[in-house]
């Protein structure tokens, strides 16, 4: 979480040392801007006291675009672990959500349990949290599976409707702007915006804009 956002969040070896989800966003901040959000690990037979709270920080993973699976590679229980994660998910209805599984502190690891690591998790990224360069590389796949989810539209805004233009930049990326003129029996030329919008109800998104666009 600190890796990925710059942020000042609690970090601390010992079980539950917060309850609490801590949502940042991905630094450098792209456009739309990626949402991190951390919460608590898994373990197994949870004190009953303790389970309301910890399924509670679970809400946002089914709402969640992307759930990647941090696994500490050199902890040789570490399968068991997943598993618990991915069963609690599955109780919850989030097991349709796309994932990705991080094999983390892979520089404690061997390099032939690393090669082990690969083959058995063919998809997994391994990557140490301490290296910037895996650090970077994870930043980027992130950027990559959102990229690979937004859609090229064009939105076109009256003079009258400028306000709306934090809207467009704060849900998309602008691509370029222009002016579009209409016939003077109109209101005259048009800034014309390109985006790209997130391709999760892009289509709502435009037609959100569009339709208060054409608000009176």
Request: charged residues 25%; proline residues 5%; neutral net charge.
């Amino acid at each position: 979480m600190h890796a990925l956002t710059d942020s000042k969040v609690l970090v601390a070896d010992k079980l539950f040392a917060t309850l609490d989800t801590t949502v940042r966003a991905l630094k450098p901040e792209t456009k739309p801007r990626v949402l991190v959000s951390d919460t608590v690990g898994f373990i197994k037979k949870l004190p009953h006291d303790l389970v309301a709270s910890f399924r509670s920080t679970l809400a946002e993973a089914i709402e969640a675009s992307l759930l990647l699976f941090v696994v500490d590679a050199s902890d040789p229980t570490y399968e068991s672990q997943l598993e618990v994660s991915r069963n609690v998910l599955c109780e919850i209805g989030a097991e349709v959500v796309p994932s990705r599984l991080l094999l983390n502190k892979i520089d404690r690891v061997s390099v032939a349990d690393r090669a082990a690591l690969g083959a058995k998790h063919p998809d997994a990224i391994l990557l140490s949290v301490k290296s910037r360069e895996d650090v970077a590389a994870l930043r980027e796949t992130i950027i990559a599976f959102f990229e690979a989810a937004m859609v090229e539209d064009q939105i076109v805004l009256p003079y009258a409707k400028q306000g709306l233009l934090g809207d467009v930049y704060e849900n998309a990326r602008v691509l370029s702007e222009g002016l579009q003129h209409h016939r003077p029996d109109h209101e005259g030329a048009r800034p014309a915006r390109r985006h790209r919008a997130p391709a999760k109800n892009p289509r709502r998104f435009v037609s959100s804009i569009a339709d208060r666009s054409a608000t009176a």
